[in-house]
């Protein structure tokens, strides 16, 4: 998968991931890795895991060993009787709330991740099977829509939310009292990953081969037919890769869960409850780090089982402003 | 998303022709299936709006039970959004045939041109209007707001700080990625291995990353405990005197660069698994070609390598560039930002219009970020254009 341009070429999520291919060692075997090569690999990635490899530690040590010794003396005597210990993340998700906070998560995360994708994938369908004025010109703005920094849309959409919006003294828009409500944090990230899911669903859309598409026609099949019983199924590779971007982005999301749902315990979600963690008990270290773990573990396992597509998804997010 | 029907079905069963996708309905069908389509055909909007009714008082108040929302969400996220479009669709069904296709489109691409309109380019317009009013928004200022944004001494730092986390992130992310990806790609075993532990961190959310770096930076002052931080421990193993209180080093902008490592923690895998990608799409014959010639690995590397994959890494550092501006979450979580000089432009942002309820300069702040990306919007739109023109 190779990235030319910041709008990916169309066959971008449609190319087969390229496998690991033999090794370029070739008939003169000069480019096998020396010994040089494996220790500086060697070292790379020992620093790239020693900050998770950290709180991975601490968070199933005792807090009075937190309290008194660096986590990596645990690796020194890792069998001494109460070097281990399960309660702090019973108290992360108890007392601390993020049972809770998960439970948010989720409820944020799965519709803001469906939502845009059916929404998009309609309008990939029109732009590239349907005839219609503006298809262009309107595509076109999408492109540019691409990279348009979150930061502009959060005043007026919040001042939506909570005022409704009006033209001089005339009200257009009532207030949604969308502030702080699932619905609106929905919305908000549907509204914020659109441009892309219609960019890339497009541009796989597009290459399906048009003698499907004509010969199903001719059978009396109606577009929403052909949409539905067709591209969809044609098209899951795609949606995968979109699907998994969009559900990290939002389950990683602090910004449009901090401005358009908040603090509050009843709603908040991972990443807001582990930032007020920071503030109010930032000391309390196996707290800490057991309640940033949980909020790792799904993202963690999304990322391990379905590494593949992450890889295309977030490829494919590159162009994503 | 709706289970894929099985592809097989799908080719030796195409939907039964359907009437109303022919151009004469009514002649064909009799009377009683008219009347059947009819009353579908408006009962089933109906119904999706008084679903979407309910639903939306249902979801808007967050008391509810956790498990009870999820699952109505999914329902109606899958379910409702997918049955509106499919009761939009009938309904266009019963317009008169010359109109039917010419307004079909619309069903499809309506709600999406909808959503754009209200969570993005009305944003953008508004939010450039309300720059140059009050804080209430009300009141006219002209462009106070931007001389505030351009004098204020927090403001100032913060756009010098920001100018800093473009350069350097990338920087060290892409050369870090671009080296790791060549000296991957020679292991003979285990490339898969090392290259997804480096990537790994991409999976955690920023706010995660900073907590991992918090426990990394640790300080006690004494008095206060012992100190369990990493490289507090590493700096008075090897060079002793006190530990340090790394994230208040202001003495050379130090403290930036310990939360610029976090970043460049996070997105070095980024790079390196694209770069990887397309260092792999190098035909092997130049390279074999190069070492025939005597190229020694560097020579190959910075003359062939390189240059081979030189729009990859423009667009890679790009995108880097952009989400370096728009950096928040870091510098938000590790707090304080005023005390230690650390703040940056999408931090201000919110500090302005959300926590000090002033919107005018938090749009203002917004506006400065909109226009530093323009450029690269103007460049996607003319790639775009040509990808066009060939096609």
Redesign the interface.
Known sequence: ???????P??DFVATAP?K??P??????G????GWF??I??LV??LL?????L??LI?SFRPVEL???????TALSHPFHAGAWTIQNYRDALDTGGFQ?AF??T??VT??AT??P????A??A???SW???RG??V?F??????????????????S??YVDGASIGSLRIIPDL??N????GV???H???G??LA?YLLTNYIRSLPSSIMES?KI???????I????V???S?PA?AAF?IFQF?WV?????VA??FLGGAP??QV??IA??NL??QH??N?QL??S??FI??LL??I???SL?RY??RG??AG??K? | MATPTDDEAVETTPEAPKPQATSAPAATSSPWDTTLRASLGIVAPIAAILLFWWSFGFLRSSTANRLLIVAVAVVVGVGGVFLAFWAMDRLVDWLPAPFRERFRPYVFVGPALVILTVFLVYPVINTIVVSFRDANSKGFVGLDNYRFVFSDPSMLRSIRNTATWIVFVPLVAVGTGLVFATLADRLRRGEAVVKSLIFLPMAISFVGAAVTWRLIYSYRPQGFGSNIGLLNAVKTGIFGGQPVAWLSQQSWNQNNVYLMVIMIWVQTGFAMVILSSAIKAIPDEIIEAARIDGATEFQVFRRITVPSILPTIVVVTTYMVINAMKVFDIVFVLGNAEANHTEVVAERMIRWFFIQGNDGRGAAIAVVLFIAVIPVMIWNVRQFRQQESIR
């Open positions: 998968m190779t990235v030319t341009a910041p709008v070429p169309p390229r690991g291919r090794s370029k060692s070739g008939i003169l000069v480019s096998q890795a090569t494996r500086t690999i790379v990635v790239w895991l020693i900050p998770t950290g709180v601490t937190v309290e008194t010794t660096g986590w990596w809770n439970l948010n989720l409820a799965i519709p469906v939502i994708i059916t929404i998009a309609f309008a369908y029109a732009f349907m005839d219609f298809r262009h309107l076109v703005l999408v492109v540019g829509l691409l990279v348009v920094p979150l930061q502009m849309a959060l005043i007026p959409i001042r939506l009292k969308l702080g409500t699932f619905l929905w919305l908000a549907a509204g914020f659109l441009p219609i199903a059978d009396g099949a109606s577009h929403f037919t949409f539905w019983r067709l969809v199924p044609l899951v949606l699907a990290l389950w990683n999301d602090l910004l901090y401005v009843q709603t991972l990443t582990l930032a920071v503030g930032g000391e270290w800490l780090t309640a940033a909020s790792m993202p963690l999304v990322f391990f590494q992450f890889v977030l490829t590159s162009v402003g």
